[in-house]
């Protein structure tokens, strides 16, 4: 991407604002649901309370159309850990989540987060955004199969 799109795509992303809380729930369950159809529908709708109370207290970053001012993605971080990234169904594949990535590598020096290693779409991405496998584990709540990946500028990455 060339300095000028880049520049076009961060004026995009912004903080999550208050108004923007339930359109940023609806990506982040019709994408957990989709993505991981491995675990049941009801566990991401019985946890879509709690997980709305969270992001609205926690640092989230949202990626809004430019024809429409319409939010098509969000980042959650904390710290150096990304607490999840998801991209609207119909704008997946187009550069945003890359886009939203890159963002925040351009605000921390190392970034860390979970996947669910049956999530290969997921997992190649990452992968190809030069995040490496650190560890694996399994998710206690869904006893899932989770890798833990691990992104370091230093790395020269």
């Given at each position: 991407m060339t300095g000028t799109r880049m520049d076009e795509v961060c004026r995009m992303i912004r903080?999550?604002?208050k108004k923007d809380l339930d359109k940023v729930?609806?990506?982040?369950l019709d994408t957990n649901i989709k993505a991981h159809n491995f675990i049941p529908k009801s566990y991401w709708e019985n946890n879509a309370q709690s997980v709305r109370e969270m992001i609205s207290?926690?640092?989230?970053?949202v990626y809004e159309s430019d024809a429409d001012g319409e939010i098509q993605a969000f980042a959650g971080v904390s710290g150096s850990h990304i607490a999840g990234l998801f991209v609207d169904g119909a704008a997946q594949s187009g550069g945003i989540g890359k886009a939203l990535l890159n963002y925040?590598?351009?605000k921390r020096p190392a970034?860390?987060?979970c996947v669910y290693e049956k999530n290969e779409r997921a997992v190649r991405f990452y992968k190809r955004e030069k995040f490496q496998a650190a560890s694996e584990g399994i998710d206690k709540d869904t006893g899932e199969k989770e890798i833990i990946m691990t992104w370091d500028a230093r790395s020269g990455a």
């Open positions: 903080k999550m604002k729930m609806e990506i982040w207290e926690a640092e989230v970053y925040l590598k351009d970034l860390g987060l």
